[in-house]
């Protein structure tokens, strides 16, 4: 898959290198014009997220979750990922050319002397590009917004409480974070008392909530091969209530 990657050097000079899937020393220049496709249909999504953004500013979540939702459901709109270039390739490199794109503000025609798009840095951290988080992670925010947007925007606010960090702690369990369990958790959330709910979806019980589905359905091990997407949701959903609900009046207790 080849990108433009946009990048800025100490002195200020912009620069773009057409780099692919292994990031080869030499680059990827013979694969220029797919790079600059690529990168003009880019301008078109990132501009869209920003209008869907500008859409859903009234919606109760936090302005991190609502703008990677946005970025998500832009990008499978657009139909980029169905590019022949894209379609065996992992999604890592998309993300890294986007994140740049945002911080520098660099359109696919950019100039020296030209203003960058400054608004695409509220689409992301303020953080500059391939910075390591605190653990050391790499694990992209659009990555994660794609896996959300999965949900319409209202169901995936009611089900991890408009908070990114409960995104991440069922997005980042491969055993449950089907879609099949994000639906199950829904549901399971709007059988709560609206007090139990907003206990449930602070961060540090939501974790505990994660932790436990993941237990019944781990990813490795024994019972590794049961996986809620293999269930019928009637059962599935009984059995989320089976996890939860011991746990849930635990919290609520307190």
Not at 129 to 145: A, S, Y
Request: hydrophobic residues 35%; positive net charge.
């Amino acid at each position: 898959m080849p990108v433009k990657l946009w990048q800025r050097d100490s002195q200020g000079k912009y620069t773009s290198r057409v780099v692919t899937v292994w990031d080869r020393p030499l680059g990827g220049e013979e694969y220029r014009a797919q790079a600059e496709e690529l990168d003009q249909r880019l301008d078109d999504v990132l501009d869209d997220a920003l209008a869907r953004l500008e859409s859903v500013k009234n919606v109760d979540a936090n302005i991190r979750f609502k703008r990677i939702w946005c970025v998500g459901r832009s990008v499978r709109e657009s139909g980029i990922l169905h590019l022949t270039a894209l379609r065996t390739e992992r999604r890592a490199l998309l993300w890294r050319a986007m994140a740049w794109k945002c911080w520098l503000g660099t359109r696919h025609d950019f100039k020296v002397g030209s203003d960058p798009e400054t608004r695409w840095r509220t689409l992301r951290s303020s953080a500059q590009p391939e910075t390591k988080n605190k653990k050391g992670g790499v694990r992209d925010l659009f990555e994660t917004g794609f896996w959300l947007q999965q949900q319409e925007l209202a169901d995936a606010v009611f089900t991890f409480g408009g908070r990114v960090s409960n995104v991440r702690e069922i997005d980042s369990r491969t055993s449950i974070n089907s879609p099949a369990m994000r639906t199950a958790l829904n549901s399971w959330l709007k059988a709560l008392p609206a007090e139990h709910r907003e206990l449930a979806h602070r961060s540090s019980n939501f974790e505990k909530i994660a932790k436990n589905l993941r237990a019944r359905w781990p990813d490795r091990g024994f019972g590794a091969a049961r996986r809620p997407e293999h269930q019928e949701p009637e059962e599935l959903l009984d059995e989320v209530h089976e996890v939860l609900d011991p746990l849930v009046m635990k919290i609520t207790e307190r």
